[in-house]
Nanobody
Framework: QVQLAESGGGLVQAGDSLRLSCAASSRTFSRYFVAWFRQAPGKEREFVAAISKSADRTDYADSVKGRFTISRDNAKNTVYLQMNRLKPEDTAVYYC????????????????WGQGTQVTVSS
C-alpha cells in the first residue's frame, strides 16, 4: 500500500504559476503509475496528467497540455505538477492518485488517493 499527500496549492492570479507535490509513504513508489486529477465544485473529478513508473511516458488532458508538466523523483518518492499560465477555470481541488497497473484511466480505477490540495485562480 501507499499513502499520498498533496501540497503546494493556494490562491493565485490568472497567469501565475504553482507547483504541486505528491509525496508518497512507500519506498516502492517507483512501482506505481501516478496521475493528477482535479475536481471543481459541482463537477465530476477529471483527469489532468499521468506519468509512468520510470517517467519515460507522460500524458495530459487537452485543457492543460502545454501549460502543465508532470514529473517525478523516485528517490524522493514525490511526483510534481508544475502549473504555468494558470486560468480561473483551473480552480479545483487537485488530487494525486497511484496504481500499479493503470497508466491513464478513469478515477475509479486508481487504488490510492491523497486528500487533495485546493488551487484557486482569480481573474
Amino acid at each position: 500500500q501507499v499513502q499520498l499527500a498533496e501540497s503546494g496549492g493556494g490562491l493565485v492570479q490568472a497567469g501565475d504559476s504553482l507547483r504541486l507535490s505528491c509525496a508518497a509513504s512507500s519506498r516502492t513508489f517507483s512501482r506505481y503509475f501516478v496521475a493528477w486529477f482535479r475536481q471543481a465544485p459541482g463537477k465530476e473529478r477529471e483527469f489532468v496528467a499521468a506519468i509512468s513508473k520510470s517517467a519515460d511516458r507522460t500524458d495530459y488532458a487537452d485543457s492543460v497540455k502545454g501549460r502543465f508538466t508532470i514529473s517525478r523523483d523516485n528517490a524522493k518518492n514525490t511526483v510534481y505538477l508544475q502549473m504555468n499560465r494558470l486560468k480561473p477555470e483551473d480552480t479545483a481541488v487537485y488530487y494525486c492518485a497511484a496504481d500499479t497497473y493503470i497508466f491513464r484511466g478513469q478515477s475509479r480505477q486508481y487504488d490510492y488517493w491523497g486528500q487533495g490540495t485546493q488551487v484557486t485562480v482569480s481573474s
